[in-house]
């Protein structure tokens, strides 16, 4: 499974950058997985994202799961079949516009608190690496 | 108001270590934040919690708030003047022990997910100097 982070703006902070190269690292051989920063997550959207990607839009609002529960959805969207990637879409400060809101196929939240949008990507690849590790029955700090 | 952040195991990831080193900067003229790693929770509670602590427990099964909630709950134990101090405890991997979960004065869950225990004490201190932020009405990233 291909998985894609868009994050609206960049990741300046050199820990959040330090962080983020950890977990990429980590993640070789469990998935492919690109973070691609953009200027206007609509304009990328529109000219890169394809039918077949399931979206996963970032929203505070949205539904809130467990890590076992984070991992049986990456397993469950796998196994479908339909789709050959995964976008997860993280707006700017503003969050992210109701055209792409709509076009979400999981609205997912991390948690009620406002994180920063650095550490929101970093958050997340931590969560995904450890939903690898339990996919695959690997020891993991709890 | 003078914080303190219990953590039962050691900050030992560069990343983790300099991503908090920055929040604790930036906290100074807002509160007094002390990190401090113990090898065990309950033997440093016995020993060095007072009796005007406010103890407030990391757990994933207790009570979320947004941000605001968050500011708003250090606002009322500052105003309520009978604690001169916050306490917040984080466990080691196998989580808090039950003494401790019974002396907490709130259980406070982050998110459902679970995050690594160095994790949690960076999305902390992330928080309180949100909320500081939010109660000083200083702008801050959303």
């Known amino acids: 499974m291909n998985i894609k982070i868009i994050l609206e703006g960049k990741i300046k902070e050199p820990y959040f950058k330090l ?57 469950e969207i796998e196994q479908d079949g339909i789709c050959n990637e995964i ?23 991390m948690s009620k608190l406002t994180f920063l949008h650095q550490e929101a990507v970093f958050i997340l690849i931590e969560q995904i690496y450890r939903a690898y590790k339990i996919l695959n029955n690997e020891t993991y700090h709890k």
Chains 1, 2 share one sequence.
Not at 87 to 96: A, P
């Open 19 to 75: 962080g983020i190269e950890e977990f990429k690292k980590r993640l070789t051989g469990y998935t492919s997985l690109k973070i691609i920063e953009v200027n206007s997550i609509s304009d990328f959207v529109k000219s890169n994202v394809k039918q077949n990607s399931y979206i996963i839009t970032l929203e505070i609002e949205g539904c809130e799961l467990s890590s076992p529960e984070f991992a049986q959805k990456i397993k």
């Open 87 to 109: 976008v997860f879409l993280i707006g700017g400060s503003e969050g992210l516009p109701v055209d792409i809101r709509n076009k979400s196929n999981f609205k997912f939240s």
